[in-house]
């Protein structure tokens, strides 16, 4: 099946650095990619839909200016969060639909942020 | 997107078979039932889909009532490794060129803690 990468797997910082997180389609090229974020014990929620070629949709309540999306081509989308505090922390996960009648979306494996 | 409604956990003897049930009562009729896991610490991995009819896969079987109104994932023969969060979700599966954009994404519940005991 369709593999999507992420990296670093897991990452921690000072309070104000800016952390950069990759998300790439291995083996298809995607259009759209989704980020998620998923605090402890808690389900996904979603942060915004990355759009190759045009401007990140963000949902309510989530900051474009602190999370800056890039699409820089069709397998990979990068995710800011810039000026981190520890309410960041969180696992930031990444999804990108693969080609098919039924939009089957494939997953990275996560990256841990951790703001100290 | 139709809501759903699973249970917040379960417990499944290993080799036995995991039933897990989902209520989507407001189902439309262009919308499929997609099943997704998430073992801890990783991301969510794509399980099975179907619409109508049941659907079997190498992982699991899925089973939807006639109706549409709920659904079950089965786990023929659950091992330690089949330990997740199972989250069942309702969404129009349309080809990509048609769907575009947010209309893509995927709304996740609180899903079913399922845990295969030794």
């Known amino acids: 099946g369709a593999v999507v990468s992420q990296h670093p797997s897991w990452v921690i910082c000072k309070s104000g650095t800016s952390v950069k997180i990759e998300c790439r389609s291995l083996?298809?090229?995607?259009?759209?990619m989704f980020w998620y974020r998923q605090f402890p014990k808690q389900s996904l929620m979603l942060m915004a839909t990355?759009?190759?070629?045009?401007?990140?949709?963000?949902e309510q309540g989530v900051e474009k200016d602190k999370f800056l999306i890039n699409h820089a081509s069709l397998t990979l989308s990068t995710l800011t969060v810039t000026s981190a505090h520890p309410e960041d922390s969180s696992f930031y996960i990444c999804?990108?639909?693969?080609?098919?009648?039924?939009?089957?979306?494939?997953f990275g494996p996560g990256t841990r942020l951790t703001v100290l | 997107d139709a809501k759903t409604t699973q249970p917040p956990s379960m417990d499944c003897a290993e080799g036995r078979a995991a039933n897990l049930p989902c209520n989507h009562s407001?189902?439309?009729?262009?919308?499929?039932v997609y099943w997704y896991r998430q073992i801890h610490s990783q991301g969510p991995q794509y399980i099975i889909h179907g619409l109508k009819n049941n659907e079997t896969n190498e992982m699991a079987s899925l089973i939807i009532t006639e109706d549409r109104k709920s659904s079950t994932l089965i786990l023929p023969h659950a091992t330690l490794r089949d330990t997740a969060v199972y989250y069942c979700?309702?969404?129009?599966?349309?080809?990509?060129?048609?769907?575009?954009?947010?209309?893509?994404?995927?709304?996740f519940g609180s899903g079913t803690q399922l845990t295969v005991l030794p």
């Open positions: 990355s759009n190759e070629g045009s401007k990140a949709t963000y």
């Open positions: 999804s990108a639909p693969a080609r098919g009648s039924t939009d089957t979306q494939y």
């Open positions: 083996d298809f090229q995607a259009t759209t």
């Open positions: 979700i309702v969404r129009v599966g349309l080809a990509p060129l048609i769907l575009s954009g947010s209309a893509r994404q995927l709304t």
């Open positions: 407001t189902i439309s009729g262009n919308e499929y």
